[in-house]
């Protein structure tokens, strides 16, 4: 009796609702930096799939539209805030995350990756990342945006 009494009251929390928790949906935001086209699209698809088990990731070309659109429309305001755009694109999507990459170059076939997640109910970033990647080829950017994207800190 005990033991059928132990496998109802496992399967019951087994299929708990509360147990099963999907990842948050967030917006990726245009990848940011001097790469073609074709190289901000891979690096995004390569953050994307190393996120899949936190955040479930709205991202592409229609959204890389509608968020420069607002960008666009907020820069013609006399106090232009990143913030309020923020909040229109969460608004829009229906999220409460906003994700950032940005390349900058740093000299020859250098850059300064960043990450950034921002909370908009909060209105603060809530996970920074930044790593260094000299003398650094497209799949090296590839391979250090499969490192920004696991929690916690980064290993150069």
């Keep these: 009796m005990k033991r059928l009494l132990f496998l109802v009251l496992f399967l019951t929390l087994l299929a708990s609702p509360a147990l099963a928790s999907e990842p948050e949906e967030a917006v990726l935001l245009p990848v940011a930096g001097p790469l073609t086209p074709d190289e901000k699209q891979g690096l995004a698809d390569e953050l994307v799939k190393n996120l899949s088990g936190r955040y479930e990731v709205i991202y592409g070309a229609d959204v890389d539209k509608y968020v420069t659109e ?3 429309e907020e820069s013609k305001k006399d106090e ?3 913030e309020a755009c923020y909040r229109k694109i969460a608004q829009h999507y229906g999220v409460e995350t906003i994700i950032a990459l ?11 990756l960043s990450f950034s997640v921002y909370d908009v109910l909060e209105g603060k970033i809530i996970e920074e990342k930044r790593l260094d990647c000299d003398d650094c080829s497209y799949e090296g950017l590839k391979g250090l945006c ?11």
């Design 80 to 82: 232009c805030d990143a």
């Design 146 to 156: 499969s490192k920004l994207a696991w929690p916690g800190k980064v290993d150069k």
């Design 70 to 72: 607002v960008f666009l």
């Design 102 to 112: 940005r390349v900058a170059p740093k000299g020859d076939s250098s850059y300064l």
